[in-house]
């Protein structure tokens, strides 16, 4: 395959160091990594020749548009996750940096969304944008604010669900840094029975799915949306899996309802946004047609409750 010019944004957040990483080790493609600290990537630039690092923020992204008038690829993965620059970064700054590049030259811009601003059958979700926390308004304003860009048919939009990673040289996922915690909490756990379910997708996987899409562009009329994940898992199930890695016996289980949750948040006078009670009342985060490694026939690096835990340095009973 040529060699392409390939930017990736937000290259030392989580995901960031798991596609550059990837893009790294397996193909010679000329990379240049924008991040805001050098210091923070881990990754190794020595490796082969035609990695650039770029010290720069989205906010300053106007100062690199000699340099994306000639990028082949963009991988979109740099966010905000909240404060005051979070809709400058996720929305503006965004649009600006699409608008930038030149849609004769540049072949396929890969954008990272959420999947939290989808319903169950991969629509946008009004809800998300109407109280959603200001990083999901965010993304869900972006969503429909680029697809007025002349860049628009060029773009694959991902939509990563719950996402684990991190190791001594990448900084660990939201959700993976909180698994030990809950594994303390197993004895409780293991007696509760909650009605919901999930996908989860670890960043390894996500940069297995970015390097296919690089190199297995979609073609006209070929869908250009995807959401990432494993298969979807019950938390019933996520508990039962997580209770036979640690060698935990489950007895009986009392189903925790809607009702007695609302009466534990009222007699505790728990304060909850209107995003996080909606989240409650669904608690069926599942959508249409995830796709993972395996979608590919490609190695699936953490494909269960046993593989997150193991990978997230859980020790097991066995």
């Not at 060699?3 to 000329?30: D, F, M, P």
């Not at 100062?63 to 991988?75: E, G, K, N, W």
């Not at 296919?212 to 994940?229: A, M, S």
Request: with cysteine.
């Amino acid at each position: 395959m040529s060699q392409k010019r390939i930017l990736v944004t937000g290259a030392s957040g989580c995901i960031g160091h798991y596609i550059s990483e990837a893009l790294i080790q397996n193909t010679n493609h000329e990379l240049f990594l924008l991040v805001r600290n050098p210091n923070k990537l881990q990754v190794d630039i020595q490796a082969r020749p035609g990695i650039t690092v770029l010290q720069g923020d989205m906010q300053k992204i106007s100062h690199f548009a000699d340099l994306l008038q000639t990028i082949d690829i963009a991988v979109l993965t740099a966010t905000a996750w909240g404060g005051d620059e979070t809709f400058d970064i996720n929305v503006s700054k965004t649009l600006e940096l699409l608008k930038l590049l030149d849609p004769d030259r540049c072949e396929q811009v890969i954008y990272f969304s959420t999947a939290s601003v989808l319903d169950r059958h991969n629509q946008p979700l009004k809800e998300a944008g109407e109280i959603g926390t200001d990083y999901i308004r965010s993304k869900y304003q972006c969503l429909h604010e680029k697809s007025k860009l002349a860049i628009a048919p060029k773009i694959t939009t991902v939509f990563p669900t719950l996402v684990l990673g991190g190791d001594a040289k990448k900084p660990y996922s939201h959700a993976t840094s909180g698994i030990p915690e809950v594994t303390k909490y197993i004895n409780l756990i293991r007696f509760l029975k909650v009605d919901g379910s999930f996908h989860f997708i670890h960043g390894r996987d996500v940069a297995t799915l970015v390097q296919y899409l690089i190199d297995h562009p979609p073609q006209t009329n070929e869908p250009r949306q995807f959401v990432l994940g494993q298969a979807p898992l019950t938390a019933n199930q996520a508990v039962k899996e997580v209770c036979a890695y640690l060698g935990k016996k489950i007895y009986f289980r009392i189903p925790l309802s809607l009702g007695l949750a609302n009466l534990i948040i009222a007699v505790f006078r728990i304060q909850m946004a209107a995003w996080d009670r909606f989240c409650m009342n669904d608690r069926h985060f599942t959508y249409e047609k995830a796709i993972n490694p395996d979608s590919f026939n490609l190695p699936n690096y953490c494909a269960t409750m046993s593989d997150v835990l193991k990978i997230s340095g859980v020790k097991s009973a066995k």
